[in-house]
């Protein structure tokens, strides 16, 4: 079955950039969705097929996906950012959703 | 506005079954698939299944089919997921979330984007 690879934690200080990335065999094919998930609560999507904002997500969230990776980055990062982030594909040879374990973002 | 409504919490023993509902609103409820996806206490999120609320076509992940049953109830929007057999680590949080589904009515990888407020379920003897 297909794997993606999440680092556990990222820290990152008020201000900087965070990159939050989601390893998997030639993952630049498929189309990534990013969740943002805060204690407590159901996950909310910030970034869809790869590089898509949803209405209400701020700029400072982009994404990127080619090669064997794909990358969440944060701009600017504040305090309210500080949550778990997943990413998640659908596997078309096994019909499959996947989803990667999950980086918890700590804002320093 | 798209709204997820799932049942209350639950605490079954071991060898039980668990029906968690998640009632849809402000949408057409069998223009879209269904997915549910849970997670245990502290870990990631994990797929289940999803289902066309249309037609009835399901898709499962490998570990839940027998023991996973859904069914929707189209006169109320609702969807049901019933979890048989519980073992203790059956112990989540478990979610509903919408999806677009393609023109056959299968689900090609778009994302979830309204989910329920989860349905905490506790398997304990």
């Known amino acids: 079955s297909y794997v993606l690879t999440q680092p556990p934690s990222v820290s990152v200080a008020p201000g900087k950039t965070a990159r939050i990335t989601c390893g998997g065999n030639?993952?630049?094919?498929?189309?990534v969705h990013w969740y943002q998930q805060k204690p407590g609560q159901a996950p909310v999507v910030v970034i869809y097929?790869?590089?898509d904002r949803p209405l209400g997500i701020p700029e400072r969230f982009s994404g990127s996906n080619s090669g064997n990776t794909a990358t969440l980055t944060i701009s600017r990062v504040e305090a309210g950012d500080e949550a778990d982030y997943y990413c998640?594909?659908?596997?078309?040879?096994?019909?499959?959703?996947?989803f990667g374990g999950g980086t918890k973002l700590t804002v320093l | 506005q798209v709204q997820l409504v799932q049942s209350g919490a639950e605490v079954k023993k071991p060898g039980a079954s668990v029906k968690v509902s998640c009632k849809a609103s402000?949408?057409?409820?069998?223009?879209?698939?269904l997915s549910w996806v849970r997670q245990a206490p502290g870990q990631g999120l994990e797929w289940m299944v999803w289902?066309?609320?249309?037609?009835?076509?399901?898709n499962y992940e490998q570990k839940f089919p027998g023991r996973v049953a859904l069914t929707t109830d189209t006169s109320t929007s609702t969807a049901y997921m019933e979890l048989r057999s519980l073992r203790s680590d059956d112990t989540a949080v478990y979610y509903c979330?919408?999806?677009?589904?393609?023109?056959?009515?299968?689900?090609?990888?778009?994302?979830?984007?309204?989910w329920g407020q989860g349905t905490l379920v506790t398997v304990s003897s």
């Open positions: 979330a919408r999806t677009v589904l393609d023109s056959s009515g299968w689900y090609q990888g778009p994302p979830f984007d309204y």
């Open positions: 402000g949408y057409t409820f069998t223009d879209y698939g």
């Open positions: 289902i066309n609320p249309y037609n009835g076509y399901t």
């Open positions: 030639n993952i630049g094919s498929k189309s």
């Open positions: 097929y790869n590089s």
């Open positions: 998640q594909v659908w596997d078309s040879s096994s019909d499959h959703v996947v």
